[in-house]
């Protein structure tokens, strides 16, 4: 059964930082481009940031600069640095791995609420 996990949310001052995790399973993780989503209470999920399998990057413009997407195959795990928070940051963060290139499906984490305090 493929999983992906979040973890690493809670609250932070404006300013400040935060490092959210999603440990996925390994044979989707290796063959994947993972995204990082967000959503807030009454709005569609928004794409945060992805990486490729081969490391290339995309961010939305909103976090450009800010936040930092990173992966580390060996440990098949998904990585989002948020830095310079801002109280509008404030949602739902969402792992999702997207193996359909490679014959596989798509796959959701749970979420993991970060909350950004003025």
């Known amino acids: 059964q493929v999983q992906l996990v979040e973890s690493g949310g809670g609250v932070v001052q404006a300013g400040g930082s935060r490092r959210l995790s999603c440990a996925a399973s390994?044979?989707?993780?290796?063959?994947?481009?993972m995204y990082w989503y967000r959503q807030t209470p009454g709005n569609e999920r928004e794409l945060v940031a992805y990486?490729?399998?081969?490391?290339?990057?995309h961010y939305a413009d909103s976090v450009k600069g800010r936040f930092t997407i990173s992966r580390d195959d060996s440990e098949h795990t998904l990585y989002l640095q948020l830095n310079s928070l801002k109280p509008e940051d404030t949602a739902v963060y969402y792992c999702?791995?997207?193996?359909?290139?490679?014959?596989?499906?798509?796959?959701w984490g749970q979420g993991t609420q970060v909350t950004v305090s003025s």
């Open positions: 999702f791995a997207d193996a359909t290139t490679r014959g596989r499906g798509r796959y």
């Open positions: 390994e044979s989707i993780f290796k063959i994947s481009q």
């Open positions: 990486i490729t399998s081969g490391g290339g990057k």
